[in-house]
């Protein structure tokens, strides 16, 4: 595979696990980026071909990247929500709950 196409696979791999929002895969594709990129770069300077596909691979990170910070701001507000409601869903798990006192069965 040409380094082109090579780059453009990592670029995809990124964009399509970021837009799935699979967090698993998208860890995967970053922890292997950099040691993909080295073992290309270690065969020939970039031509302006490569370059620009390198450039399309920094905005699928930047775009990953940014999906990421959506989901992560979605759920510190999930967070939030739920610790200033706490006393309410403490007391509706507490109101469910049957009285264990003393019962014989």
Known sequence: MDRTRAIDSLAKALADAGASADWELLARATRELGPQLQV????????????????????????????VAAASGQLQARLDDMRVNKEGWMAYALAGEPDSGNTTT
Do not use: I, M, N, V
């Open 40 to 67: 290309l770069a270690a065969t020939a300077p970039w031509s302006s071909a490569e370059r620009a596909a390198l450039g399309r691979l920094r905005s699928a990170h930047d775009g990953a990247a940014g999906q």
